[in-house]
């Protein structure tokens, strides 16, 4: 008779084979499907490429009249200077304010730039006035304007008008889209796509037998998120380099920096799926709680096209338990002000804490519902 001790233990290549057996299996069954690489890479382009070039709150073509009762040489060069800029287009030259109130009033003028008769003997600032309608936008317009107009002025005049734009001179709104698509995209792919896998592995009825393989429960869900994680580099680094040279946003701050908290931020993406994957029962059910609890939350309230701070309080709450508003503000700042990573200390903290969390729960749920 065998003793206890006789029994053979499985070696550590034993149990990693079937491990990385069930790795190949999740990376085959991507590779295969050739609509979700067509989700996961023909999105991030599409995505770039819209917010880089079409929707855009560019600054361009603003129909400018001028208002003034002489051209005296100070006022002349002011004006050249608009007109040489491919933000302006002169439309009209007119001698009273109230002219160019009628003109915008009908819809032939976006901005008036009003110049005093005395504007170069007393070096009085120029006045602006701009329909604001969208008010965005009219920000941004009153902004380039005074920019344009006191950037050749004497220091008396240039005092009232000019203005000192910090990281983005061109003000180009890409600077804050790349930062906001990264944030959006590896939160909906990493949370979606896992929360899918492992849901189809339920409706097919495979989950049980990868559960009694010899590879434990929590390696299972591992090896599927492997191919996830890998695939979530592989995006992040296409953003960073469509940003970097197709879109001319600068990486101003450390590689190193940036790729570490984008780890931390894609194993949360990671542990909201698993923690999806528990609740859902079918793969639309984890689909459609995919984009219910983080497509609309992620748009409005994390940042990405409004500003939180001119949120209601009530929605300023809401959006502090949203992650990607923390990675999306941490990204702004090391790439685009290109601070070090103790200036971006409080996000990667939160981040860090709110990973711990949902990972935490998500394997306890899970252990749950395998016993």
């Known amino acids: 008779m065998k003793n206890k001790t006789d029994r053979k233990i499985p070696s550590r290549r034993g149990l990693c084979e079937p491990f990385l057996s069930l790795v190949a299996k999740e990376t085959k069954h ?29 600054v361009k073509n603003v129909r400018t009249v001028i ?10 060069q002011a004006v050249q200077r608009l007109a040489a800029s491919d933000y302006f287009d002169l439309t009209a030259t007119v001698s009273s304010p109230a002219e160019a109130k009628r003109l915008i009033r009908s819809q032939k003028a976006d901005l008036a730039v009003v110049f005093a008769k005395d504007f170069a003997a007393k070096h009085r600032g120029a006045q602006f006035i701009v329909d604001a309608s969208d008010p965005n936008m009219a920000q941004q317009w009153l902004t380039y304007a005074q920019a344009v107009v006191g950037s050749g002025l004497p220091n008396g005049a240039a005092a009232a008008v000019n203005v000192k734009l910090l990281y983005n001179p061109q003000m180009k709104s890409a600077y804050n889209f790349v930062p906001a698509i990264m944030g959006m995209l590896l939160m909906l792919i ?55 040279f197709v879109l001319d946003v600068p990486l ?7 790729v570490t908290v984008s ?3 894609i194993v949360l993406a990671l542990s909201l799926g698993l923690l999806i994957s528990n609740v ?7 689909l459609l709680m995919s984009a219910m609890v983080l497509l609309m939350p992620i748009v409005m309230l994390s940042g990405m096209l409004f500003p939180i701070e001119s949120m209601p309080k009530v929605l300023q709450w809401i959006s502090a338990v949203i992650p990607p508003r923390y990675y999306i503000e941490a990204m702004r700042k090391l790439m685009i002000m290109g601070v070090g990573i103790g200036e971006v200390a ?4 939160i981040l860090s804490l709110m990973t711990v969390v949902l990972l935490t729960v998500s394997l306890a749920k899970f252990k749950i519902r395998m016993e």
């Open 190 to 244: 990493c949370a979606m796509m896992t929360s899918i896998s492992i849901v189809r592995e339920k409706e097919k009825g495979t989950m049980e037998v990868l559960l009694v393989s010899p590879v434990k429960p929590l390696m299972v869900i591992v090896a599927k998120t492997i191919p996830y994680l890998v695939l979530a580099f592989a995006i992040l680094t296409a953003i960073l380099l469509m940003g970097r």
């Open 280 to 286: 859902a029962q079918s793969q639309l059910m984890a």
């Open 252 to 258: 101003a701050g450390s590689i190193f920096w940036i």
């Open 263 to 265: 780890i931390v931020y």
């Open 67 to 76: 208002v003034t009762s002489q051209l005296d040489n100070q006022v002349q």
């Open 30 to 58: 991507i590779l295969r499907d050739k609509r979700t690489m067509l989700i996961l890479f023909g999105m991030p382009i599409v995505l770039m490429l819209l917010f880089g070039f079409a929707i855009t709150n560019d």
């Open 346 to 349: 409080r996000e990667v903290g």
